[in-house]
């Protein structure tokens, strides 16, 4: 259940993954409602964006979100170098993007483009390593695609850069985000390295976090998309690795309100309704995903102009779906 990060010691070793457009502080805040310990991951931050003070709102973060990782993404060494020294007082945990598949970036030569570069993202890790206290990870692919998996020398080098921790998201770049997930490939990463290593792909489930856990042998897991519309899953996983009980699921009651609680939470920051409200229509299809007519509900739930109809149609759900 505990991880060691460097000099981190934290309760947890699940990990809230970092996901752009999503985890943003009330997300993040709505997983930590649930799960006092896991380690929480901002959204990507551009090391360039960061040095025009473009950040503010993604660098936004609560006391009560620690412990808290702040990813960087770029690939110019000095930029990385100077966004890490500039956001360590913010982290807990500074984690460099090496996995991102999205073509903008890539060809930007940053996120998973630095796999093809392993070099490039030794020199980047090494310097960071040299100028910030706090502890440092990287979070890769298995390559860049099918016929160029180093995923085991990249690791290697990455541990030799002095990088404190190596989440491998279980994919090849080419894959993007499906496809099978070759859980057996982060296993041999864990047989090969001796920092901790955390498994990332397709943990949706209390279920297959423990089979995962099982087959890769790794220090802990890291959950992204199972986390929008579960805000629960970890620490339901959590519970279960620490007790071997399994909590019963939400109620639908219990997931409409968790809901209105992330929703007035973007509120807060968004102040804006609409803005909060049109930031909220990504998540709502994933919090009703059990309920009879998801896809009508979710179709209203998108064109809600205000709170109000928010409110009335999931009185709606909950009434019809009792
Ligand atoms: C919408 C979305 C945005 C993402 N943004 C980031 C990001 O900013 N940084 C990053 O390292 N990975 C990002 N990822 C990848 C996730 O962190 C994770 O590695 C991937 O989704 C696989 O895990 P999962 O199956 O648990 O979602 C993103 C994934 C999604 C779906």
């Given at each position: 259940m505990k991880l060691k990060i460097g000099n981190l010691e934290l309760k947890s070793n699940i990990i809230l993954a970092p996901m752009a457009g999503f985890s943003d502080t009330s997300f993040r805040q709505t997983v930590r409602n649930f799960s006092k310990h896991c380690l929480v991951c901002t959204e990507m931050i551009s090391s360039e964006a960061l040095m025009w003070n473009k950040s503010q709102d993604i660098c936004q973060a609560e006391k009560i979100e620690k412990p808290i990782s702040y990813q960087l993404s770029g690939h110019k060494v000095d930029l990385?170098?100077?966004?890490?020294l500039k956001i360590e007082p913010l982290a807990d945990?500074?984690?460099?993007?090496?996995?991102?598949?999205?073509?903008?970036?890539?060809?930007?030569?940053?996120?998973?483009?630095?796999?093809?570069?392993?070099?490039?993202?030794?020199?980047?890790?090494?310097?960071?390593?040299?100028?910030?206290?706090?502890?440092?990870?990287?979070?890769?692919?298995?390559?860049?695609?099918?016929?160029?998996?180093?995923?085991?020398?990249?690791?290697?080098?990455?541990?030799?850069?002095?990088?404190?921790?190596?989440?491998v998201h279980g994919r090849t770049r080419s894959q993007m985000y499906s496809g099978e997930v070759d859980y057996n490939a982060i296993k041999e990463i864990k047989n090969t390295v001796s920092i901790p290593i955390i498994a990332n792909g397709d943990i949706t489930s209390l279920e297959k976090a423990i089979q995962v856990l099982e087959i890769t042998n790794a220090d802990g897991i890291m959950i992204g998309r199972g986390?929008?519309?579960?805000?629960?899953?970890?620490?339901?996983?959590?519970?279960?690795?620490?007790?071997?009980?399994?909590?019963?699921?939400?109620?639908?009651?219990e997931r409409i309100n968790i809901l209105i609680s992330h929703l007035n939470l973007e509120l807060k920051y968004y102040r804006e309704p609409i803005n909060a409200l049109k930031f909220m229509r990504k998540f709502y299809a994933h919090y009703i995903r059990e309920v009879r007519g998801a896809s009508q509900y979710r179709e209203k739930l998108v064109k809600a102009e205000n709170f109000d109809e928010i409110f009335s149609i999931l009185e709606e759900i909950s009434n019809t779906n009792n």
């Open positions: 990385m170098t100077k966004g890490a945990i500074i984690d460099i993007n090496m996995g991102c598949p999205v073509a903008k970036i890539v060809k930007n030569q940053d996120g998973s483009a630095l796999m093809k570069n392993p070099q490039l993202a030794f020199d980047i890790v090494k310097e960071i390593k040299s100028v910030i206290k706090k502890p440092l990870s990287i979070k890769m692919r298995l390559g860049f695609d099918n016929n160029s998996k180093n995923y085991l020398e990249f690791a290697q080098k990455m541990e030799d850069a002095g990088a404190d921790m190596i989440t986390a929008i519309g579960q805000p629960e899953l970890i620490y339901r996983i959590e519970h279960f690795l620490k007790t071997g009980e399994i909590l019963p699921e939400l109620s639908l009651k």
